[in-house]
């Protein structure tokens, strides 16, 4: 799926916050920021604001990212 830069996608986990589910280095590489974290009713979820484009190195190759993940 292809964003425009402002576009934004939200993310729900039920565990606890943490900011080691989306470190900034990864998002950036991205091109996506964290905006803001809320939890309601056991679940938080992240809002994650593209920022800028995604570089066209991304989607990776089939197999590339279960060997060298971004998260």
Not at 11 to 30: F, M, V
Not at 36 to 56: H, N
């Amino acid at each position: 799926m292809e964003m425009a830069a402002g576009g934004r996608a939200g993310e729900t986990t039920a565990r606890a916050p943490s900011s080691e589910r989306w470190p900034p280095g990864p998002l950036a590489d991205l091109g996506l920021e964290s905006t803001a974290t809320v939890t309601a009713e056991g679940f938080t979820y992240q809002v994650l604001c593209q920022v800028r484009l995604c570089p066209e190195r991304f989607p990776r190759r089939v197999g590339v990212p279960s060997r060298r993940p971004l998260f």
